[in-house]
C-alpha cells in the first residue's frame, strides 16, 4: 500500500494475553523470544501487523499460528505506544486477551515455538512493557467476570459449582463464601444444572452443570464488587 503521507513511520504489533485454566489454576501462555532485542526472554505470545488485515485480524492470525484454535472469545485491552516501550525502534502495541480452553489446543505447536504455560502467580520477568498489558488484561478479564458469568471458554462442557467457583477464585486470586456463590450464580438463570453428577467431590456426590445457549441475559448486579477483596459473591 503506497502513502502520501511524509511522516516518520512507525512499527505496529499485536500482543496476545492468552489465558487458559488448569487444575484450580488461572493460567497465561508465554514465549521465547526469538529476535534482538531480549533474544531469548518470556514474552507475551505476539506479532506484527501486516499490511492488508485489521489489528483483529492479525491478533486472530497470531492466536491461530500458536494455538491452532480459530473462533476465540478476543477483547481489546489497550494501545501502548510510550516512544521508548521497545528498545528496537517506535513500535506501537494492541493488547488483546484472549480465553482458550487449554485441553483443546494443538500442543505441538505451542512447542514447535518454544511457549509454555504458566501459572499467573508464578510468572516470569516479561520483557519490555509486557507485565504491564498483563496487569490491564487481568483487570479487564476480572472486570467482565465480575458483570458476567464467565466460564464457558475455560472450563469444560459440564462443570460442578465447585469447579466454577474454583475458577473465579483463581481468577480474583482469593476465596468465595460457597453458599453466598452458589446463590448468587443459580440467581443468574444461565445455567442448566443436569441429571449427573461427580462423585468424586463428596460422598453425596455433586451435579454438574452447564451453561444454557446464547446465555447472555442482561444482569441487574455485579457478581462480584471489586473494590472489596473479602469472601463474598
Known sequence: MKSGYKYSKHHVAVDCIIFGYEKNALKLLLTRRVFEPEKGKWSLVGGWLRENETVEEAAARVLLQFTGLKDIYLDQVHVFSDPERDFGGRVLSIAFYAMIRIDQHDKKLVEKHG??????????????????????AHEKLKLKASYELIGERLLPSRFTMLQLRKLYEAIFQYSFDPGNFRK?????????????????ESKRGAYYFSFKKKSEFPLSDRIVKLHNKTSHS
Do not use: C, G, Q
Not at 504455560?117 to 496487569?135: C, G, K, Q, T, V
Not at 448468587?184 to 449427573?196: A, F, P
Open 184 to 200: 448468587k450464580v443459580l440467581s443468574l438463570r444461565v445455567l442448566k444444572k443436569l441429571n449427573i453428577k461427580n462423585t468424586t
Open 115 to 136: 511457549a509454555k504455560w504458566w501459572n499467573y502467580n508464578r510468572i516470569p520477568d516479561l520483557i519490555f512493557d509486557h507485565s504491564e498489558m498483563l496487569e490491564s
